[in-house]
């Protein structure tokens, strides 16, 4: 059975930091195209940052500059350090494994900018 599962948010103040962690337990950790999207109360969810099998990246617009996605593949664990956080960045941030037969969802962990 596969299960991503996100660590790291929590309550932070502006301008402070957080890294994210999405631990996968799915054979082939290293041809998956894997991201982090998130959902902010009565949004849409959005795409945020992804990392390809071959390591090339992309971010939302709105965090470029602030977030860095990586992943170890030894470890089968990705991850998003943020920087710089704004209280519009409070969401559920989702951790996703995709490739072309599977599509995977972490339950999300709540990350909250706030003074």
């Known amino acids: 059975q596969v299960q991503l599962v996100e660590s790291g948010g929590g309550l932070v103040q502006p301008g402070g930091s957080l890294r994210l962690s999405c631990a996968a337990s799915?054979?082939?950790?290293?041809?998956?195209?894997m991201g982090w999207y998130r959902q902010a109360p009565g949004k849409e969810r959005e795409l945020v940052a992804r990392i390809f099998s071959t390591g090339s990246t992309n971010y939302a617009d709105s965090v470029k500059g602030r977030f860095t996605i990586s992943r170890d593949n030894a470890k089968n664990t990705m991850y998003l350090q943020m920087n710089s956080l704004k209280p519009e960045d409070t969401a559920v941030y989702y951790c996703n494994a995709w490739s072309w037969t599977s599509d995977y969802w972490g339950r999300g962990t709540q990350v909250t900018v706030s003074s």
């Open positions: 799915v054979s082939r950790f290293s041809g998956y195209a």
